[in-house]
């Protein structure tokens, strides 16, 4: 079975700085989706960013990069410039990828972050 | 980006009675919808997937006649939480997908709170 951990229940940045948010997970699966998303005050889910294992490049979204390090089974989110707006719930998740994906998502335990003024 | 739409946003129903929410895809097709419950500050735990047109597909320990879905057309599934119980007071939040997989759309979301 699938597990996602992130370790870092709270985190806080001051804006305009930088922040990594960690993320491991344990899987057998050779090909796989790992996602952040992020859920504001509003409780609204919202994709940050999205990375194909077969992709050896990491993925960027504007301010947000991630570090994947497939041997290593991380995955991290860094937020560059960090702004107000970014404060809230970070979760990372895992999905299969191929014939035996059902669309199921395994998320980890989140990541509260609160960006200061 | 594709939206879905899920309603009500927040209900309030006394111990005993049935509730039923709605989540529509409003812009593409979803094949596949999914059903998750979030405690405050805690993850999202998903309950059920179901694929229109075909019974739903519980996770373990989810109860199947307490959570009934319903996913009867490419636009539109419901949940319906029977006989609620304050223990059924959370949030419950629908996604959806198309043919990608991948790609997933979440509603915004349902707080229940029953009394």
């Known amino acids: 079975a699938q597990t996602v951990t992130q370790s870092q229940p709270e985190m806080s940045v001051q804006e305009a700085e930088t922040v990594t948010l960690s993320c491991t997970y344990d899987?057998?699966?050779?090909?796989?989706?790992l996602f952040w998303y992020k859920q504001p005050p509003s409780r609204q889910m919202i994709l940050v960013i999205r990375q194909e294992a077969y992709k050896q490049q990491n993925a960027t979204e504007n301010r947000f990069s991630v570090n994947f390090q497939k041997a290593a089974k991380s995955f991290s989110l860094k937020i560059s410039d960090s702004q107000l707006g970014d404060t809230a719930m970070y979760f990372c998740?895992?999905?299969?990828?191929?014939?035996?994906?059902?669309?199921?998502?395994?998320f980890g335990q989140g990541t509260t972050l609160q960006v200061k003024p | 980006g594709a939206v879905v739409s899920q309603h009500p946003s927040r209900v309030i129903c006394k111990s005993g009675t049935s509730v039923k929410i709605e989540c529509r895809s409003l812009d593409f097709q979803a094949t596949t919808m999914f059903w998750y419950r979030q405690f405050p500050k805690q993850s999202l735990m998903l309950m059920a997937t179901s694929n229109e047109g075909s019974k739903a597909t519980y996770e373990q320990g989810v109860e199947k006649d307490k959570f009934l879905i319903n996913h009867a057309s490419l636009t539109l599934s419901t949940l319906t939480v029977t006989s609620a119980h304050p223990e059924d007071s959370s949030f419950y939040i629908c996604?959806?997908?198309?043919?990608?997989?991948?790609?997933?759309?979440f509603g915004a979301g349902t707080r229940l709170s029953v009394l």
């Open positions: 899987t057998s699966e050779s090909n796989y989706y």
């Open positions: 996604s959806a997908s198309g043919r990608t997989k991948n790609i997933q759309y």
């Open positions: 998740a895992f999905m299969k990828h191929g014939s035996s994906n059902t669309g199921k998502l395994i």
